[in-house]
């Protein structure tokens, strides 16, 4: 019998987790897989979760059992990151790739892709394959990476984004992702940092003016009933890596290993595939919720050259050097 315990305090989280299990009672051969991320329970990362848990099981016939948290009951984004790399919890997706490795942003420039399709070419290609193995570094193993839905949207309260000089002097929500606080600031606004599943009420009391999410989590986290606008910016996308503590990883035996790396891939390619074709559907359920409108190109050319000092600073930081921005955006081409 599981034992019920409180999660209402992160400081809790880690008492319910309880340390990284690699052999519980049941079975001295069986592995205890515990996953926790903060999208809705109806959200398409965490269908595909179920997915793998399902396929996960059936092919390892229960030597591995997976345990699904989500809606953030475990704690936010970053505290669950923390928890994964420390062993305390087994996996999680969301939002802090950084903390795995910081070169994970180099997905995140803005306006890097034309399209969804180049994104995962770079992604499952060789220099995608090596940014994930490098997160081993840091605690964590990554078995599949994904696109986390399609890209990146901004909407608003009190006016629409039509050219560069709209978005200045709003404050506009942003996660913890360096990537998004450096384009915020370098359209002349102001990046606000608010926890995910604390957006809607800073909307509705306008602690900020507006957030910026693809369309499905625009819609899934209901941000259209305290907004006005949407602008198609199309700006950014973000990865959605699987992170798995590497300490639990490592203590499975080869052949648990090799399904665990199926089952991730599988999922992660449902997920793909699944997020993206939703996000038209996503995108005409705004169209009915709010004044959507599209970027011209002329305006989007101005956007562009508006926030090039991005890409120059992670350069200049030596977070990655331009011949590795050339290596992406070549992959994605193949």
């Known amino acids: 019998k599981h034992r019920i315990m409180s999660v209402a305090l992160a400081a809790a989280c880690a008492a319910l987790i309880g340390p990284a299990q690699t052999a519980p009672a049941a079975a001295a051969d069986a592995y205890l897989f515990k996953f926790a991320h903060s999208q809705p329970l109806t959200s398409v990362r965490h ?23 989500g809606a953030g009951v475990l ?16 996996g999680t997706r969301g939002s802090q790739f950084a903390k795995a490795n910081p070169k994970f942003l180099i997905y995140t420039l803005p306006f890097l892709f034309q399209d969804t399709d180049s994104v995962l070419k770079a992604m499952r290609g060789e220099a995608g394959q090596r940014i994930a193995a490098a997160s081993k570094e840091n605690g964590f193993y990554i078995p599949a990476t994904g696109v986390a839905g399609g890209f990146r949207q901004i909407t608003t309260a009190n006016r629409p984004i039509e050219t560069v000089d709209d978005v200045k002097g709003l404050k506009i929500r942003t996660p913890p992702i360096d990537s998004i606080v450096q384009t915020i600031k370098a359209l002349d606004a102001s990046p606000q940092s608010v926890a995910y599943k604390e957006t809607y009420m800073a909307l509705k009391t306008g602690v900020v003016d507006g957030q910026e999410n693809p369309c499905s989590n625009i819609v899934e986290m209901k941000f259209y009933e305290v907004q006005k606008y949407m602008s198609l910016v199309n700006y950014q996308i973000h990865p959605d890596p699987m992170f798995v503590s590497l300490k639990w990883y490592e ?59 991005v890409w120059t600073h992670y350069v200049q930081q030596g977070l990655f050097t331009e011949a590795e921005i050339h290596e992406v955006l070549g992959a994605a081409k193949k």
């Open 75 to 90: 704690g936010n984004e970053s505290e669950v990151m923390d928890m994964v790399k420390v062993g305390n919890l087994q």
């Open 251 to 309: 203590g499975l035996p080869a052949d648990l290993k090799a399904a665990f790396d199926a089952s991730s891939r599988k999922a992660m390619e449902w997920s793909d595939t699944t997020w993206l074709a939703s996000e038209a559907d996503y995108q005409k359920t705004l169209e009915e919720k709010l004044k959507v409108n599209a970027i011209s190109d002329e305006n989007r050319a101005k956007f562009v050259a508006k926030v090039k000092s």
């Open 47 to 69: 269908k595909s979760m179920e997915l793998f848990k399902e396929d996960l099981e059936k092919a390892t016939n229960g030597r591995i059992k997976v345990e699904l948290f």
